[in-house]
């Protein structure tokens, strides 16, 4: 009888969730790891910040409603981190999307979310317009997952006017996955307010993100 094969460490399995060349094959990765993803990454090995970095963020520089009246999306909301960390401020509701079912189903288990759905941010968003205070993607605009175009603008299209999109898009990646160029454009023409700051990401690898603040501004 074959010794069974070792579960994959958790680096090897971001390593191939980020070499995926696909959103189904990304999928069956978190699929995989969901079970295990939250011990794993809170391990002193990945130390990945990123999820409270960007919810302090978010509940500070909250514009529409101020933290406790608002409603919150978390893109690529994974098993529920970010959410969890959210939810100190006691928004009045956050929902969460992500591409993963097993990892929606940790989330579930949270708590925190009202609505948990599955979606592929590579594709445009069924939700309507102007639905959210603050929208928050943590850790899914990174190699082999979510893409800027059109992720970046439909989170935007979501968002109610002066209401935030705080996300972090992995350095390495800012300016050769075209995250910079679409944060410009999406700047020149009116539609938002920019901020960009260098934050730890994971921070046992190293890695640093772009944590990007886009204010949606009233049409002109
Ligand atoms: C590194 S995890 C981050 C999860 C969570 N935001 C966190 O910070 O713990 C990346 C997440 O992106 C999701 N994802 C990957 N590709 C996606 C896609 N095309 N659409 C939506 N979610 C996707 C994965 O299922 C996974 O939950």
């Not at 990945?48 to 520089?61: E, F, R």
């Not at 996300?167 to 995250?179: R, Y």
Request: glycine share 8%; aromatic share 6%.
């Amino acid at each position: 009888m074959s010794p069974a094969m070792p579960a994959p460490s958790p680096a090897l399995y971001l390593q191939q969730a980020r070499d995926s060349p696909n959103s189904k094959e990304c999928m069956s990765i978190y699929d995989k790891w969901a079970a295990t993803y939250n011990d794993e990454v809170g391990d002193e090995a990945q130390e990945y910040v990123a999820p409270v970095l960007v919810a302090q963020a978010a509940i500070k520089y909250a514009k529409t409603n101020g933290p406790a009246n608002s409603v919150i999306l978390d893109a690529g909301c994974g098993t529920g981190l970010v959410g969890q960390a959210l939810s100190i401020a006691r928004p009045k509701a956050i929902d969460g999307i992500d591409l993963s079912v097993p990892m929606l189903e940790i989330a579930r288990d949270t708590g925190v979310y009202r609505n948990l759905d599955q979606a592929d941010m590579n594709r445009p968003i069924a939700k309507p317009d102007e639905t959210y205070d603050t929208v928050v993607c943590v850790g899914t605009f990174t190699l082999g997952h979510v893409g800027p175009d059109p992720a970046l603008r439909e989170l935007v299209r979501v968002t109610k006017t002066n209401g935030i999109v705080v996300a972090t898009i992995l350095d390495e990646i800012w300016v050769s996955g075209g995250f910079k160029d679409e944060v410009a454009k999406l700047k020149a023409e009116g539609v938002v307010g920019v901020t960009e700051e260098l934050i730890d990401y994971v921070k046992g690898h190293g890695d640093k993100a772009v944590l990007v603040i886009l204010e949606k501004l009233p049409r002109a």
